[in-house]
């Protein structure tokens, strides 16, 4: 059977349960690997187990994709002794199941939080009025018995829009959500998120988290005293060493479709034009909408950290039959949208905008959304880093946090050094998506980040 305890963790417990089934498993000592997945896009966390069976454990239990899976993981070094999370998932289906043996089989299970697999067999339709962010939390509550934690947000409320009233069109109460939360903004449009982390389950029950990018943008990155470092010859040098001193340098990082402009202007995020037209006040009004002024606003909000942004080039001119313009003076999309004012009163629809200048915020959302995407690396850490924040607090870093990064390229032509500040990859992260891996004796976690702040890394 594999053994999962080594050096950086252990799997305490890997409980399998089902009404049907009458005894529990514990599979803690047949796991081979688990990796966690967390999205800042995603109101819930996945996991994928891979479980050598040599007992014929499973063709005693027979998976319908009905079980539950409860795995507590925690850290063995002396220093993270008594440190550990569980969480408890529902298993959705088995991916694949290999021959690893004479008597051995491998298999590869898919799992979802409880609240995301309850959530298939409910559907809403029924009127809701209230503040986005009210509603969102009633229907958690009321229909998923799942908490929704507010973030400390920006200002002094938690968002900016009048109440609304809005009909949910029969569907479940995560996609209400986020059809939701699709319409929040703050004031200079930074979307709101509705998340879940690895960490935020009690007792089997699921806690989400409420937050809009600009509480995100204004926190202090978690490592902001003790920058993570890509160097390979750093690399080499602690491979050998303690995990606490292995835990500042980045494994490896890789840098595939980012800078995509072209990709930003077909979804409308450097150019564009919103019309709307209101079938009661028969009323129109067109808006053109540019990039660079959004960006001016997140500078004045401290989400650029004052410091250059690195998401577009403000000075790139575009010629279309004979006229020069820069590029987000342009059109490149045309948005439509038809309103009802009045259709409910004096409260607003879902698409209905009193304030004709906070109706780009439609259009800003989806900007924002686009620039984190459009320069976006997937970095490779040790998980002892994130045990080590388990040490200090019940959570540890995870999405929606942000990181400090100094990348370092060979120079052997500079002479004060054998290695020189990368410029233009060091800065400061949003944590986007996160992946933990546990497997044989290691814990690697791995970080899709988006570049939000330059970096001003000192040569070594």
């Given at each position: 059977?594999?053994?999962?305890?080594?050096?950086?963790?252990?799997?305490?417990?890997?409980?399998?349960?089902?009404?049907r089934l009458g005894v529990d498993y514990d599979l803690k000592q047949m796991i081979g690997e688990v990796s966690f997945f967390e999205d800042l896009e995603?109101?819930?966390?996945?996991?994928?187990?891979?479980?050598?069976?040599?007992?014929?454990?499973?063709?005693?239990?027979?998976?319908?994709?009905?079980?539950?899976?409860e795995i507590t993981i925690e850290g063995v070094e002396q220093e993270f002794i008594g440190t550990s999370f569980t969480h408890k998932f529902n298993i959705v289906s088995i991916i694949q199941v290999q021959k690893g043996g004479e008597r051995?089989?491998?298999?590869?299970?898919?799992?979802?939080?409880?609240?995301?697999?309850?959530?298939?067999?409910?559907?809403?339709?029924?009127?809701?009025?209230?503040?986005?962010?009210?509603?969102c939390e009633a229907v958690l509550d009321n229909h998923l018995d799942t908490d929704l934690n507010m973030l400390d947000f920006t200002g002094n409320e938690p968002t900016r829009q009048d109440p609304i009233r809005i009909i949910t069109p029969y569907i479940s109460p995560l996609e209400t959500v986020e059809w939701l939360i699709d319409r929040a903004s703050t004031a200079i449009g930074a979307p709101y998120y509705v998340y879940c982390t690895l960490y935020d389950q009690v007792d089997g029950v699921d806690k989400l988290r409420?937050?809009?990018?600009?509480?995100?943008?204004?926190k202090t990155p978690f490592n902001a005293s003790s920058p993570l470092l890509y160097s390979q010859s750093r690399g080499?040098?602690?491979?050998?060493?303690s995990l606490k001193e292995q835990a500042v340098i980045v494994k490896d990082f890789s840098v595939e479709n980012v800078q995509d402009q072209m990709k930003m202007m077909q979804?409308?995020?450097?150019?564009?034009?919103?019309?709307?037209?209101?079938?009661?006040?028969?009323?129109?009004?067109?808006?053109?909408?540019?990039?660079s002024d959004l960006l001016?606003?997140?500078?004045?909000?401290?989400?650029?950290?004052?410091?250059?942004?690195?998401?577009?080039d403000t000075e790139q001119t575009l010629e279309f039959e004979g006229d020069t313009k820069k590029s987000d003076e342009w059109d490149h999309r045309y948005f439509n949208t038809i309103t009802s004012f009045g259709t409910y009163g004096s409260v607003n629809s879902y698409h209905d905008v009193f304030d004709q200048s906070q109706a780009l915020n439609k259009l800003?959302?989806?900007?924002?959304?686009?620039?984190?995407?459009?320069?976006?690396?997937?970095?490779?850490?040790?998980?002892?880093?994130?045990?080590?924040?388990?040490?200090?607090?019940?959570?540890?870093?995870?999405?929606?946090?942000?990181?400090?990064?100094?990348?370092?390229?060979?120079?052997?032509?500079?002479?004060?050094?054998?290695?020189?500040a990368n410029k233009e990859l060091s800065g400061t992260y949003l944590i986007h998506k996160v992946r933990n891996v546990f497997t044989s004796t290691r814990h690697d976690v791995v970080l899709s980040v988006s570049k939000v702040a330059e970096g001003k890394p000192e040569l070594t």
């Open positions: 059977m594999a053994q999962i305890f080594g050096q950086e963790f252990k799997i305490s417990k890997a409980l399998i349960t089902a009404e995603k109101s819930y966390v996945t996991a994928q187990l891979v479980i050598i069976d040599d007992a014929g454990t499973f063709n005693e239990m027979k998976i319908k994709g009905s079980e539950q899976i051995s089989e491998i298999y590869h299970l898919n799992c979802i939080s409880p609240h995301a697999y309850r959530d298939q067999g409910i559907k809403i339709s029924r009127s809701y009025t209230g503040k986005i962010e009210d509603i409420l937050g809009d990018l600009e509480y995100m943008l204004n080499q040098e602690v491979a050998g060493k979804e409308g995020a450097v150019g564009a034009m919103m019309s709307s037209y209101d079938v009661f006040t028969s009323q129109r009004y067109s808006r053109h909408f540019k990039v001016e606003k997140m500078d004045g909000a401290g989400m650029m950290h004052s410091r250059e942004q690195n998401v577009f800003r959302t989806g900007s924002i959304k686009s620039m984190l995407n459009k320069n976006m690396i997937d970095v490779t850490l040790p998980g002892v880093l994130f045990f080590a924040l388990l040490v200090k607090q019940k959570s540890a870093a995870t999405i929606g946090d942000l990181v400090d990064i100094e990348f370092q390229n060979t120079n052997v032509e500079d002479p004060r050094t054998d290695e020189t």
